[in-house]
């Protein structure tokens, strides 16, 4: 690979708090490498901005790997952008063409308020799991790791459940702003192993009705989240999600 | 200052048992009226609040992130050890405590070294009943698999994904007590200071980062479980929010900093290309497994990969080490690799790379077999570089990785503050000056779930606390220091900004604290650190104020204090006159250019305690006593 050089013009949300009006602003980026991250490219105009005397553009992001989930906004119109399974920290420059407009806005769903320009408050997540994402186990009283063995084939369906990044773009991309997928992971992972079955019932039911307790919406199946979702995770989560439901509803 | 580590006597065997028999314990009804602070929600700190709330105890849980499931440990990808013997290979509670002690060269503590192996097995137990989805073979039982510095199987691990599911694991135990009511969550909150009264840590202030508004929070208790130092280079593999402020803080109030030049450097990394560059993404050591690292024999070799026929390449550490071969430690990998390109051969645009290479792999055990075992990593790297690891070579350099030093803490993981814990990276305690691989998550949830339980305990319930609450004034003392810090960055309105500061801090720590060391060279950093520590505190631009939302703000006291950090690792580097593990000062080693130790005058831990600013620090010395363990020059050959 061999690095090029592109120029860019930005259209960034800007809100300077919670409670007061934001708008787009525009920018222009200047000899981006393409081998930059988008978060670099970012990095790069907050630098001027900051000598030019502006206030950078405030964006979340810790890892910048694609594993903590702390970074994602909507890149022209679709969450963490275009390209599939990625993280918007792990989307590099090389996808972007010389002259590109680009349009960064944040996470927009009811239950995310926008704390600064692109950064969004996601504490509803942690409510989420609170309300039943766990197996209820103290330290200090669990059996041999192998007194239970687990199909492979089970333990690898649980895996990829368990790999949602909790970053908030299904909720983003999807037009009800429903957490379905998010939630539907985390029972998904928990349901399918024998450590996580004697609380499956009450755990969908708990964390489905937080969910509308916290306004997220209901799920239309516009699969919108899972063509979003840098990890992957697929609606069959969803589907799996609904039969723990029912089961819990009508036992 | 005297150091006491206060190791249990008898056995080394029974030493951990004795020490729970003899620790006091506080009465279950009495443990509501104890307030505990957790600083930081990763490994170490997710696991320590769930299990204290699980006692009883009121916990207050705080951390940088939006949510504590994002703390850097959830990047770790390669695995955990533990001496299940699982794989019947000749694996044993002894042989992790040997291999640990002698992967760190003998610069670790035996009776803490020899705990954590012991505990090693209880945490894979509680993390699969948490539901943590480790690897597992076809028969339904779990996998192991090899890392560097041991020739045994003893790795658990989660595709390449380990960090994540125990963080989740622990970060699940969490939610769940804050559920409870037992734990209270503090998430984008930074600490600004310790509390220290009469001589007890009795609180912290934070600084909550969505209003900027200092917050007073009183406990009898403080646990810094707040990760490595590792971002004092700026480029690492560190997430960006790692910090040495915690840590410095807690040094500046009476805790001793023990081995601050310890770090490490992970051979296997995405090289650097280019100067805007945030950071340096680690490819597990676990494809050391399978993947052959070579250059080219040729010095100056450009040819691609492919063209460089067999005989042509230098396979330099299958030759080197025959019997770990690729598997060698991480500190002998990483100066291998940087001694192939200052001879030249190193590979890439820079030259500044070596390739680590799957053909035989996959020609042996086809490409399905090695993407089940790496396909993300493999991913991952095709996304970073758009090069594809299944068709050429990846191209590696070693980078800052994991630091072994840190808040000196006894037997009990209490520093030298009484009632201030510290836990995990944060802590200098298990690894020596080198670590194995997957033994940093063994130990932050060996310290979180099944020690701080018990020794914290044993503190509470034989210390006398007198009342203190957030209205004392030593509170009001620590909020007016912060203002009057921030207040003073704020004002400079430089030039330059804090992250082009920063990595020019971060170039000087590579060039002269790094994989190699010398004296005229730490010297000189140490003149330039200090001269470039002036300049950032006169020409500094920080844009906002400090009672808003403000990132840069936020960036700009942490890089304040990384040059505090480095100086203080430089001075460390400057005293250590040896060479040891990850410390290879140049002018010590043996003929095979190993790191060359000097167990008569260095066997001790190096801890400094803080005497003002612009005062040199002060040196203790902890002996190191080995009295299972015989000393030797590592050779892995
Ligand atoms: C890319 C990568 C891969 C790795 N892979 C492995 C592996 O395979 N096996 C292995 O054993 N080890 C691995 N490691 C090392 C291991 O991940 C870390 O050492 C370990 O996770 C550290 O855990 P911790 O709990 O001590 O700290 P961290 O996970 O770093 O957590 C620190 C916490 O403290 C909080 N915090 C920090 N400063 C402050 C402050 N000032 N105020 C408030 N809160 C604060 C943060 O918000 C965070 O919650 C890897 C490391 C990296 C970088
Ligand atoms: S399901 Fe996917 S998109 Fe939704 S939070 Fe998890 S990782 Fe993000
Ligand atoms: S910054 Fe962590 S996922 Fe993007």
């Known amino acids: 690979m061999s690095a090029k050089r592109i120029n860019l013009t930005l259209k960034v949300w800007r809100q300077s708090a919670g409670e007061i009006i934001g708008s787009l602003k525009t920018y222009s980026a200047s000899d981006i490498s393409t081998d930059m991250s988008f978060l670099e490219m970012l990095d790069v105009v907050n630098e001027n901005l900051i000598k030019n005397g502006e206030d950078p553009i405030a964006f979340d992001h810790d890892c910048r790997e694609g594993i903590c989930g702390m970074c994602g906004s909507v890149v022209n119109g679709r969450a963490h952008g275009h390209e599939s399974n990625t993280t918007l920290c792990q989307l590099h420059m090389r996808h972007f063409s010389d002259g590109d407009t680009i349009v960064i806005e944040p996470w927009r769903a009811k239950p995310f308020k926008v704390i600064k320009d692109l950064v969004v408050d996601r504490s509803a997540l942690d409510e989420l799991i609170q309300a039943g994402g766990f197996i209820s186990v103290n330290a200090g009283g669990a059996p041999d790791a192998n007194a239970i063995p687990i199909a492979r084939e089970t333990a690898e369906a649980a895996f990829n459940a368990a790999a949602c990044i909790g970053c908030g773009a299904c909720i983003a991309a999807c037009p009800n702003a429903s957490a379905m997928l998010f939630v539907g992971a985390k029972v998904s992972h928990l349901s399918l192993l024998p450590q996580g079955k004697p609380e499956a019932k009450k755990r969908a039911r708990q964390m489905v009705r937080k969910m509308k307790e916290l306004g997220f919406g209901n799920c239309s199946n516009e699969a919108e989240c899972e063509a979003e979702c840098p990890k992957g995770i697929s609606i069959r989560e969803i589907a799996r999600l609904n039969r723990e439901f029912i089961k819990a509803e009508f036992s | ?637």
């Open chain 2, 1 to 637: 200052m005297t150091l006491d580590a206060k190791i249990p006597g008898g056995p080394l065997a029974q030493k951990w048992d004795r020490h729970r028999f003899e620790l006091k314990l506080v009465n279950p009804a009495n443990k509501k009226k104890f307030d505990i602070i957790v600083v930081g929600t990763g490994l170490a700190g997710a696991s320590a609040a769930a299990t204290l709330a699980e006692l009883g105890y009121n916990v207050k849980n705080f951390c940088i992130q939006d949510s504590p499931r994002r703390a850097h440990s959830i990047a770790a990808q390669g695995g955990i050890n533990a001496a299940k013997n699982y794989s019947n290979d000749g694996d044993s509670v002894w042989r992790l405590f040997y291999d640990t002690v002698k992967g760190g060269d003998f610069r670790a503590r035996e009776a803490n070294v020899y705990r954590l192996a012991q505990l090693s097995c209880n945490i894979i137990d509680h993390c699969v009943a948490q539901g943590i989805p480790f690897a597992r073979d076809y028969g339904g039982l779990l996998d192991n698999r090899s890392f560097g510095g041991a020739q045994v199987s003893r790795t658990f691990y989660a595709r390449g994904q380990t960090g994540q599911q125990l963080l989740l694991g622990a970060y699940s135990s969490l939610m769940r007590q804050a559920a409870s009511g037992r734990v209270k969550i503090f998430p984008r909150r930074e600490l600004m200071d310790l509390v220290v009264i009469n001589g007890q840590a009795r609180g912290i202030v934070v600084r909550n980062l969505i209003n900027g508004q200092l917050e007073s929070h009183d406990a009898h208790a403080v646990v810094l479980a707040t990760g490595g130092y590792g971002n004092v280079f700026c480029l690492s593999t560190n997430a960006m929010s790692s910090n040495a402020s915690a840590i410095f803080r807690a040094y500046q109030k009476g805790a001793c900093l023990a081995n601050p030049c310890f770090t490490q450097i992970h051979p296997t990394c995405i090289p650097v290309h280019g100067t805007y560059q945030s950071k340096l993404t680690l490819m597990s050591e676990s494809l050391r497994n399978d993947g052959r690292v070579w250059v080219p024999k040729q010095p100056g070799d450009k040819r691609s990969a492919d063209s460089i026929p067999e005989e042509q390449r230098d396979y330099y550490l299958e030759k080197k080490y025959p019997s770990f071969g690729n598997l060698v430690p991480r500190d002998v990998a990483s100066r291998n690799a940087k001694e192939q390109c200052d001879l030249g051969k190193g590979v890439g645009e820079t030259g500044l790379a070596v390739y680590l290479d799957f053909t035989d792999a996959i020609k042996r055990d086809g490409r399905d077999v090695v993407s089940s075992k790496y396909g993300n990593l493999f991913d991952m790297y095709e996304k970073i570089t758009g090069d594809n690891p299944y068709e050429t070579p990846m191209m590696i350099y070693p980078a800052v990785h994991y630091t072994m030093g840190g808040l000196w803490v006894d037997y009990n993981l209490m520093s030298t503050i009484d009632g201030l814990f510290v836990l995990g990276e944060a802590n200098f305690s298990d690894h020596g000056a080198n670590r194995l691989g997957a033994s940093a998550l063994m130990q932050g949830l060996a310290d979180g779930y099944f020690i701080i339980p018990y020794t914290i305990g044993g503190y509470l319930a034989g210390t006398r606390f007198p009342a203190v609450d957030a209205g004392h004034e030593e509170f009001k003392n620590c909020e007016a220091s912060v203002h009057q810090k921030t207040a003073r960055l704020l004002k400079i309105k430089g030039k330059r900004t804090a992250s082009d500061f920063h990595r020019e801090l971060g170039l000087i720590m590579w060039d002269y604290c790094g994989m190699s060391r010398n004296e005229t060279g730490l010297s000189k950093a140490l003149g330039m650190i200090r001269k470039l520590k002036q300049e950032y505190w006169e020409n500094v631009n920080i844009p906002g104020t400090g009672d808003e939302f403000n990132q840069s703000l936020e960036r700009a006291g942490r890089v304040a204090d990384f040059f505090e950090f480095g100086e203080l690792m430089i001075v460390d580097a400057l005293h250590r006159k040896e060479s040891c593990g990850c410390h290879f000062n140049t002018a010590y080693q043996t003929e095979e250019n190993e790191a060359k130790r000097d167990d008569e005058n260095f066997a001790y831990v190096a801890a400094w305690e803080y005497a003002g600013s612009g005062s040199d620090p002060i040196l203790h010395k902890e002996p190191l006593i080995f009295e299972n363990v015989k000393l030797s020059q590592r050779s892995y050959k």
